[in-house]
């Protein structure tokens, strides 16, 4: 069996407050360290520990945590950037990785220049870049821009751009860090398709990203990392399951704890976001023209008199499909301490085929500052015909169809096909 990445009992140490690194300032902290006696624990931090993992050729693994759990310090160590403490990783093949923001491009260069420069240092021969370079600037879309200096590029120029150079050069194994966040949702979809296009040529695929549908829509496996080891591992949907666990016992946890203050401006946490059918079951599947609800469970440390909730319907490439508002509809809400749930059905979604996935908010009374936000499992829509290209439109609504003959002008129509909910004419 091909491993196109293997961790075997790594570990990783930082040594906190370290930032200056001459031969001065070790000198200075040792002899510091030794007037005060032996390092503390305290003065350590473990970003890993004794973590073992692999990852087949042409195999795609999310990396699921907290913040600090060290899913980005594993792309370092599997990028070069950093050594581990203790342990071995190892890589095969062509490796390309977007981890920082505009790691690996110069501010004074221009587009043009650090293409060249950036697909040279993943590897790419020079000869390669020219000829790919059109295909480069085309999936950034930065034509007008690419002989501008980079330091006067806004964040998302930089991450199409290093996306773009990243991807067509056909990694063997890509790293890619929390960047598509940057990006709007057309530039998400691009990257989705790409991811998958890849995929499908065989290239390996390590994923780090808080944003559970896009975990879902390009990730066959994922990790659960915390405290620098992993809890779980396992296909998407059952590691996401397991983390949502996780996280619903400690809400509950933190509930028995905290009493609760008059002085307190209400604390709410959402645990979980489901999509669920007509029958109550999840949702795996559903057709365009079916019902669906989407159900909220959350854990209130306090009672909040008012508030507002948001659901928005997003497809796997991160567009925008629809937003309800319980304050457009004039839906009053109150969250009392507790656990409790909250609910909208939606009679048809009349989306078009594709994978789909609800975020939603819980906003204050003034309907303007968020206190919570989640997200839904995965799930299909399945349209009323097959061939349905999902990139001609996002939905279809309520429509009849009328036709006339030329020659019976003010006649009846002779002919109409209904929509999904019937004619209405």
Not at 72 to 96: D, F, H, N, Q, W
């Amino acid at each position: 069996m091909d491993h196109a990445v293997r961790f075997s009992h790594v570990s990783k140490k930082y040594h906190l407050g370290l930032t200056r690194t001459s031969v001065a300032a070790a000198a200075w902290r040792s002899l510091r360290h030794a007037w005060n006696g032996s390092r503390g624990a305290d003065d350590v931090y473990w970003a890993l520990r004794d973590v073992s993992f692999s990852l087949e050729a042409g195999r795609s693994l999310g990396l699921l945590g907290p913040n600090g759990a060290g899913k980005s310090t594993i792309l370092k160590l599997l990028a070069g950037i950093t050594e581990p403490t203790s342990g071995e990783v190892e890589s095969s093949g062509r490796l390309a990785a977007l981890i920082e923001l505009g790691a690996g491009f110069h501010p004074d260069l221009t587009g043009r220049e650090n293409v060249f420069l950036n697909a040279t240092l993943l590897g790419l021969p020079r000869h390669e870049v020219r000829a790919r370079f059109d295909e480069i600037v085309a999936f950034a879309e930065l034509e007008r821009f690419i002989d501008t200096p980079i330091k006067r590029y806004s964040s998302g120029m930089t991450v199409r751009l290093g996306f773009a150079v990243a991807s067509c050069i056909e990694p063997d194994v890509l790293l890619v860090d929390e960047v598509l966040a940057v990006g709007d949702a057309a530039f998400r979809q691009r990257c989705v398709a790409r991811i998958q296009d890849l995929r499908s040529a065989g290239t390996s695929l390590l994923f780090v990203s808080h944003d559970m549908g896009l975990v879902k829509a390009v990730c066959q496996e994922a990790l659960y990392i915390e405290d620098g080891a992993i809890r779980h591992a396992g296909d998407t949907g059952e590691t996401i399951d397991h983390y949502n666990r996780v996280l619903d016992q400690r809400r509950l946890a933190k509930l028995q704890q905290q009493a609760g203050s008059p002085g307190d401006h209400g604390i709410v946490e959402i645990g979980r976001v489901e999509v669920l059918a007509g029958d109550g079951g999840p949702v795996r599947a559903v057709t365009s023209a079916e019902p669906v609800q989407v159900r909220i469970s959350y854990t209130a440390y306090t009672d909040v008199p008012k508030a507002n909730v948001l659901v928005r319907m997003m497809r796997s490439d991160g567009l925008s499909c629809f937003v309800l508002r319980t304050s457009q509809d004039g839906v009053p809400v109150r969250f009392d301490r507790g656990t409790g749930t909250v609910a909208v059905t939606i009679d048809a979604t009349r989306l078009f085929p594709g994978s789909y996935y609800a975020v939603v908010w819980f906003l204050d009374a003034s309907d303007a500052n968020g206190m919570s936000r989640a997200t839904s499992d995965w799930f299909e829509v399945q349209g009323r015909t097959a061939g349905i290209d999902h990139h001609d439109g996002v939905f279809e609504p309520d429509h009849a169809w009328l036709t006339r003959p030329a020659a019976a002008e003010g006649a009846a129509p002779v002919g109409a096909k209904p929509g999904p909910a019937g004619e209405r004419g």
